[in-house]
């Protein structure tokens, strides 16, 4: 983690930050997010996994350039998706009232290794799993007993169905079983399979149970994934929360109780926390809200409209078209934001000229515009801001727009796709202090600075 003293201030050039570096070692400290006493909701610590806050944290922390390779696969596999749906729906339209097959279209993406997670109770009596929390995937699934030979290390007692009052297992014949993306039957209990970009995947018995958010706001009879075969880099976590678009995520599950409102805030460094609410309770103040966009043939994604880039206060010179022909969603678990590359270079360059006073530093993964600040007490850096449809002007935190490997490789935290035409991605990077706001019943995203 790096310590960054931040002031922002604003002159003839244009707005920047200017930061005071203390340190650019990992630091060892939880700093936890101090609850106000307007929390009057569940709220879900959120922390970074790899972090000191993290439950996980015995477990080895990853090199930057680890957490940025694996983070192009999870993209890689996000644009694959995306393309097979648009190439399926394109040949349902031809075939018209045809039947046919569908291009196969994996139902999940890469999970990574920069994402956060959340602990929450399965079963009765409860028992805590920390789950990684993602808005790219619709299952929820932990690993389940019996599990020795087929399931990767985790942190939490691997949980155990047989001990639970609750739980059951989901006849093939429902409807949740018909709306998996990959089933099966077993003595008629449904069984389903999530397989991921990275190779990752877990299989099991599609089933009920008691999902407790907090000692007072538990879900009975919630459909999740008890997997007893899986396989991955999950980072200790016990499996996933998937908070999709979808009609088996979470969100749409509690719809009826929740009103498919959920909101979070990712923490600006991993020895610092977050929250996750459901519900209308969330902090309201400082909310700004854009249109959310959905896409029938991929339902799970949540997009939203990206119109233009700011630097230094300075609008850049990038066609609404650029944006407009791809589309850009919002995803909790990829880390770098990538935009095409006509808007990234157009970033890049304003970016570059602004900090042409600084030694540069050699690219770190996907990153190309790094730099190297040793030997400076202090530094400037120009604000980046994002503005999406309605209106809604998106300035980053300072954590939301550098990535630091080391004090002598401080980078720009954006990356472009490899053509105009590939999905925009908003990434976790971009989101950092924001109260993120997702508000499926009226269709909108908000963003409210400094929240955590």
């Not at 550098?402 to 590939?422: E, H, I």
């Amino acid at each position: 983690m790096v310590v960054l003293m931040c002031s922002h201030v604003r002159g003839e050039q244009g707005s920047y930050h200017k930061i005071s570096i203390h340190s650019l070692l990992p630091s060892k400290v939880c700093s936890s997010f101090k609850e106000s006493a307007n929390f009057n909701f569940t709220r879900l610590k959120v922390t970074h996994r790899h972090g000191p806050c993290s439950p996980l944290r015995s477990h080895p922390t990853p090199l930057p350039e680890q957490i940025l390779d694996e983070d192009r696969s999870r993209v890689d596999s996000l644009r694959r998706r995306i393309a097979a749906a648009a190439t399926s729906a394109k040949l349902d339209r031809q075939r018209g009232s045809q039947v046919g097959s569908k291009i196969p279209v994996r139902p999940g993406s890469s999970v990574s290794t920069g994402n956060y997670v959340v602990t929450v109770g399965f079963g009765t009596p409860k028992r805590d799993q920390t789950v990684i929390f993602d808005t790219g995937s619709d299952i929820t699934w932990i690993q389940c007993q019996p599990c020795v030979t087929y399931c990767y290390e985790q942190q939490d007692p691997i949980f155990n169905p047989s001990a639970s009052s609750t739980y059951a297992n989901i006849s093939c014949s429902s409807t949740y079983c018909s709306d998996l993306d990959i089933s099966g039957c077993s003595s008629s209990a449904c069984l389903y399979g999530v397989q991921y970009g990275d190779n990752s995947f877990s299989i099991g018995f599609f089933a009920q149970d008691t999902l407790s958010l907090s000692p007072t706001d538990v879900i009975p009879k919630f459909p999740f994934g008890c997997g007893e075969r899986n396989r991955g880099l999950f980072g200790k976590a016990a499996g996933l929360m998937g908070l999709g678009h979808g009609k088996l995520s979470l969100v749409t599950q509690t719809y009826q109780k929740y009103g498919g409102v959920f909101a979070y805030c990712l923490p600006p460094t991993s020895s610092s926390t977050g929250y996750l609410t459901f519900g209308t309770g969330y902090p309201s103040s400082k909310v700004k809200f854009t249109p959310m966009v959905t896409d029938a043939s991929t339902p799970t994604f949540y997009y939203l409209n990206l119109m233009a880039i700011s630097v230094a206060g300075q609008r850049l010179p990038i066609s609404a078209k650029v944006f407009n022909d791809a589309g850009t969603i919002i995803d909790s678990g990829t880390v770098i934001t990538r935009l095409p590359p006509t808007a990234y270079s157009a970033l890049r360059s304003a970016f570059r000229q602004a900090m042409s006073s600084y030694k540069t530093a050699s690219a770190l993964s996907i990153l190309d515009t790094c730099y190297d600040f040793t030997g400076h007490s202090t530094v400037s850096i120009p604000t980046v801001a994002l503005q999406f449809g309605g209106g809604v002007t998106m300035e980053l935190d300072l954590s939301g727009t550098l990535y630091v490997g080391s004090q002598s490789q401080v980078c720009l935290a954006f990356a472009a796709n490899g053509d105009d035409s590939d999905v925009g991605i908003l990434g976790n990077v971009q989101q950092k202090t924001f109260n993120v706001v997702y508000d499926v019943s009226k269709k909108k995203i908000g963003f409210g600075p400094g929240a955590c």
